[in-house]
């Protein structure tokens, strides 16, 4: 009993230090400064605002299949923290996915028809997991590291494919009829 109550406790407090648990919010509005965890119940229609702006000190926003619309300058804005930004659609605004700092990752996202890039890293640190950007004016994936991409694609995106400063190419990436260059630091199927 005594042990099985001193593992029971020793999960719990790794299940609350690897998910940063923190009380779930309501789906969030549009414009919403957002941490703990985040999930979208319904599709988030944004007009005028960024979509959603995560800080930390933990956050994890899965977008749980839904998407996020808009004309702000930025769909998902990460300005700080471990975050975790997932599993749905960003379109239509300046920057789909704007990593301006934090330690970030971003997995199963697609990016498409926005202004300016899919998704931008101008700060922090960055993983990029099977993200796809379509049909983005500027660049579909602009990372400027450190950091890692895989699994990723970029297609018809009117600058370039997917491109890497200081982020390691761990492999599966894939980019084809985009404006400039389709991949640049990374090698491309
Ligand atoms: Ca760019």
């Known amino acids: 009993m005594k042990l099985r109550t001193a593992a029971a406790l020793a999960a719990s407090t790794l299940g609350a230090l690897v998910l940063g648990v923190s009380p779930a919010s309501a789906s969030p509005a549009c414009g919403a400064t957002v ?3 985040v999930t979208l119940t319904a599709d988030l229609n944004c007009a005028g ?3 959603l702006v995560v800080v930390g000190p933990r956050a994890l926003v899965d977008l749980n299949g839904y998407s996020i619309t808009g004309d702000g300058t930025a769909g998902i804005r990460v300005a700080s923290g471990d975050v975790i930004v997932r599993g749905g659609t960003v379109a239509a605004f300046g ?3 704007l990593v301006a700092g934090g330690r970030v990752v971003v997995e199963n996202v697609t990016a498409s028809g926005n202004i300016d890039d899919g998704l931008a890293q101008t700060g922090g640190r960055i993983v990029v997991r099977t993200v796809t950007a379509e049909g983005n004016g500027g660049d579909g ?3 400027y590291g ?3 991409v895989e699994g990723s694609t970029a297609n018809a995106n009117g600058g370039d494919g997917i491109t890497v ?3 390691l190419d761990k492999g ?3 980019a084809a ?3 400039g260059t389709n991949c640049i630091n990374v090698a491309c199927a």
């Open 35 to 37: 941490s703990g965890m």
């Open 49 to 51: 605002t960024d979509g």
């Open 95 to 97: 920057d789909g996915v």
């Open 141 to 143: 994936i602009e990372l």
């Open 146 to 148: 450190p950091g890692t």
């Open 165 to 167: 400063a200081y982020v």
């Open 172 to 174: 599966g990436n894939a």
């Open 177 to 179: 009829g985009n404006g």
